[in-house]
Each structure stands twice: as structure tokens, then as C-alpha cells.
């Protein structure tokens, strides 16, 4: 009898327990989405079609130019997403180009940074964190062109890195050096990037970890009890 009860109850009163061990269990392992500490990372403020050269800003003091000149694209098929993106070398091939933003950040804290991008010529490429190169990040962009199609966000490519930060104030500067005439001397050279983002997942805080295992031990307890008053029950 008491075997039949046991049975009984194990098919049926703890999947409640069960599904509320599974859904606080979730809260322990989901993860949490942190904001893009990046400003206008899809450079959607600057103003499409200009030219912008070193000393200059793009938008008004976010994206800065540091050497040589930078051109805004707008629409396709130059734009992974929105209505802008950054084109580095579409003003002065053969030089280096470059563009910086300040971040503010938590000395120690691991922030993921992904970008797309798209080049129609050899170049290369660095992407740099105060001054130094970020470990993984591409050395150049790959050249995917830009077809006379409605839209080639298809052709760009996502990348993603990793840094730690050393400071509470994190430069990321993207250059590049486009060799347009390595394989076609007439032609300009673009590399393009688009929809920036820097994000970190914070941990749980520690008071959030304790309720959590405490409505878990609670929940095991109950269900224990359950369990028990069943069998004496029977």
C-alpha cells in the first residue's frame, strides 16, 4: 500500500515543486543583458554623404577623428543597418584613417565589443583599446565588395572580441589603411562599420543569490513534507 501510494504521489503532487525548482532554477541561469554603452553606435547622428577630417567630430563630440578623414554613407548598399554607417577610407585611401570614442568603464569588468563591416578592397585594419591592440580583433577586414543591390547588409560580417578594462575611462579606436591598388589602381577602397557595441553581463547581486537559494531550499522543504503527509496519509 504503502508502495502504490508512494507511486501515486511521485507521478502527480511534486511536478508542482518540480516546475517551481525548474523556474527559479532559470532565474539563477539566465543571463542578464546589459545596455550598449556605445553613443550612436550605428552613426545614425552624423550627417549622412559628409566628409569628416582629424580633429573633428562626427555627431557633435561622440565619435572623434583622430588622423586623416572619415565619410559618413548613407543608405544601401553601403549600410548594414539604419540609414548610416561609417565608411573609414572613403576619403583617403593609402593613408591611415581613424576614429575614437571614450567609454566609461569599471576597472576589471569584461566587456563584450561587436561591430559589422564590409570592405570591396584589401586593407588593414586595428581596433584598439587606449592606444593598445584589442587580442583577437581582426587585422583586416574581409572584402566582401558591394554589389549594385538594393541591400548587401548579407555581405557584412560580425565581429567580436573581449576586452578587460585596466581604466574608468576605455578609448576604442578603429583604423584603418585601405590598398585599393593592389588589385584595381582606379579604385577607391572602402571599409565600412556599423551598429558598434560594447555590453558587460553583470553577476547577480549577492542579496538577490541568497533569496534565490533560500526559495529553493524552501521549495525542496515542502515538498519533502508533501511527500511524507502523503504516506502517512495512506
Known sequence: MISQTYTAFANRKPLK???????????????????????DGGFEAAGGGNEYFAGHSIDGGTWNVITGAVFIDSGDPFVFAGTNSLNLTGVNPFTADAVSQTLATVVGDVYTLNFWANSDSPNTFSLLENGVAIAGAPTSILDSGFPGAVTNSSLFTDYSETFQATTNST????????????????????????????????????????????????????????????????
Do not use: W, Y
Open 17 to 39: 515543486t518540480v516546475g517551481l525548482l525548474a523556474a527559479a532554477a532559470f532565474l539563477c541561469t539566465a543571463p542578464i543583458h546589459a545596455a550598449n554603452i556605445v553613443s
Open 171 to 234: 578609448t576604442l579606436t578603429f583604423s584603418d589603411i585601405s590598398n585599393p591598388s593592389l588589385t584595381n589602381p582606379n579604385q577607391s577602397g572602402s571599409v565600412l562599420i556599423d551598429n558598434v557595441s560594447v555590453q558587460i553581463a553583470p553577476a547577480p547581486e549577492p542579496g538577490s543569490i541568497v533569496l534565490i537559494s533560500t526559495g529553493l531550499l524552501a521549495l525542496a522543504v515542502a515538498g519533502r513534507k508533501r511527500l511524507f503527509a502523503s504516506l502517512l496519509a495512506s
